[in-house]
């Protein structure tokens, strides 16, 4: 069973930026391809940045490249996601998943969720 649990969502103003974390409890985490979703309300759950076993090995979402920045330490059990110049559009709930292996997925085919963290943008 692996435990994910997200933290660094609050509110900001547009153009500004936040720093999202997702911890992991699992023996090797290396062996987990991570990714990171989001769901605003009434809408259905999106992908948002997805990251392999390596750094070099990541793939977002048209809508946030050149903004976001998907990045993990494999030491400390944590995959990131950093966003910058933040947009009203891009609030809301932010999850982290994960599945074992390698392979990267853009849909929501990961075996494990976090609970969720929120990211409110004012404009």
């Known amino acids: 069973q692996v435990q994910l649990v997200e933290s660094g969502g609050g509110l900001v103003q547009a153009g500004g930026s936040l720093n999202l974390s997702c911890t992991a409890s699992?023996?090797?985490?290396?062996?987990?391809?991570m990714a990171w979703f989001r769901q605003a309300p009434g809408e259905e759950r999106e992908f948002v940045a997805a990251?392999?076993?390596?750094?070099?090995?990541?793939v977002y979402t048209d809508s946030v490249k050149g903004r976001f920045t998907i990045s993990r330490d494999n030491a400390k059990k944590t995959v990131y996601l950093q966003l910058n110049d933040l947009k009203p559009e891009d609030a809301a709930v932010y999850y982290c998943?994960?599945?074992?292996?390698?392979?990267?997925?853009?849909?929501?085919?990961?075996?494990?969720w976090g609970q969720g963290t929120q990211v409110t943008v004012s404009s």
């Open positions: 699992v023996r090797t985490f290396g062996g987990y391809a």
């Open positions: 998943a994960a599945r074992f292996g390698s392979e990267v997925l853009v849909t929501p085919r990961y075996s494990y």
């Open positions: 990251i392999g076993w390596t750094s070099d090995n990541t």
